[in-house]
Every structure is written in structure tokens, then in C-alpha cells.
């Protein structure tokens, strides 16, 4: 069992920069994606960014440009660094662990942007 706490959300205005991060009890390598997802009130959840366990990354379309998402191995953390945020990406920003048949979730950081 793997657990996956995230960190950094909070409150920041339109064009501001936050970094989210999600600490992992195991080892982030053995998980073919780390990846962010995030949920805002009455949608679905949906895919932000992901990093498969080598280097290649993916980005909704909507925060490539923006957001860069990161892992550190040494430190089983894996980040999201998100710039120019702007009120649509007001949301619980979710990580998440994923294996063929085997996934983890985090609680949720809350990421409010408004001024």
C-alpha cells in the first residue's frame, strides 16, 4: 500500500505561481506514472500532467506552457510547478500513483486562484 500526501495548495491571485507536492510512502520509480489531476466543483475530475517513470512527460492542453511537472526519486516527490494560474484552474489538485490494474490517490490540495 502506497500513500501519497499533497502539499502547496493555498490561495493565489490571477497570474501567480504555486508548487504542489506529493510525497510518497514507497518508491515513485516502481510506478510506470506519477501524475497530477485535478477537480473543480460539479466537473470531472480530470488528467493535468504526468511523468511516466523515465522522463517523458504529458500536459492537458489547457497548462501546457504553464505548469511543469517534476520527480525527484531520492525523495519519492514528485511536483508540479504552476505559473500564470489563472481562475479556471481553481480546483482540488489530486495525485496520483499508476500501475497496469493498480492506482493511488492523495486527499487533495485545494488551489484557489482569484483576486
Known amino acids: 500500500q502506497v500513500q501519497l500526501v499533497e502539499s502547496g495548495g493555498g490561495l493565489v491571485q490571477p497570474g501567480g505561481s504555486l508548487r504542489l507536492s506529493c510525497a510518497a510512502s514507497?518508491?515513485?520509480?516502481?510506478?510506470?506514472?506519477m501524475g497530477w489531476y485535478r477537480q473543480a466543483p460539479g466537473k470531472q475530475r480530470e488528467l493535468v500532467a504526468r511523468?511516466?517513470?523515465?522522463?517523458?512527460?504529458n500536459y492537458a492542453d489547457s497548462v501546457k506552457g504553464r505548469f511543469t511537472i517534476s520527480r525527484d526519486n531520492a525523495k519519492n516527490t514528485v511536483y508540479l510547478q504552476m505559473n500564470s494560474l489563472k481562475p479556471e484552474d481553481t480546483a482540488v489538485y489530486y495525485c496520483?500513483?499508476?500501475?497496469?490494474?493498480?492506482?493511488?490517490w492523495g486527499q487533495g490540495t485545494q488551489v484557489t486562484v482569484s483576486s
Open positions: 496520483n500513483a499508476l500501475n497496469p490494474g493498480q492506482g493511488y
Open positions: 514507497g518508491n515513485i520509480f516502481a510506478f510506470n506514472y
Open positions: 511523468i511516466a517513470s523515465g522522463t517523458s512527460t
